[in-house]
């Protein structure tokens, strides 16, 4: 189990690392090290997904290790409440970031071992603090620099820990 202390309340996680070993062990070194703490929700969509796991407040993108492979094909969906990693356009290139799906999102599941195909991983799901979760998909969101969806008034990871 993971807690993560926000701003907005605590979130508790139960990861899968019978499903996503990989991402479960890339996720955890990421909470034991510290590196979640002091990061804020960055992307915040009502109707779709909050994000976080990588920027500082002032928008700086924390330094991450290597990339870990895609584990999409896991069988796992991305449904309300489930957490998954974030990525790029390319398949394999998660690494810290990580977003709570606040809707189902069918379209974000792997569908095949092709670019348009791999999904992006679900690996764990909220088990305490979905309310928080709801507060953080209701925050007026804007423009900051290149960045849109972007909480109005910081939603800081203060710390994440597992327990």
Known sequence: MIKLHTSLGVITLELDAEKAPKTVKNFIEYVESGHYNGTIFHRVIDGFMVQGGGMTPDMQQKPTRDTIENEANNGLKNERGTIAM??????????AQFFINVADNEFLNYRSPDLQGWGYCVFGKVV????????????????????????????????????
């Open 86 to 95: 974030a990525r790029t356009q390319a398949p394999h290139s998660a690494s």
């Open 128 to 163: 305490e603090g979905m309310d928080v979760v709801d507060k953080i998909r209701t925050v007026k969101t804007g423009r900051r620099g290149f960045f849109q969806d972007v909480p109005n008034e910081d939603v800081i990871i203060e710390r994440a820990e597992v327990v």
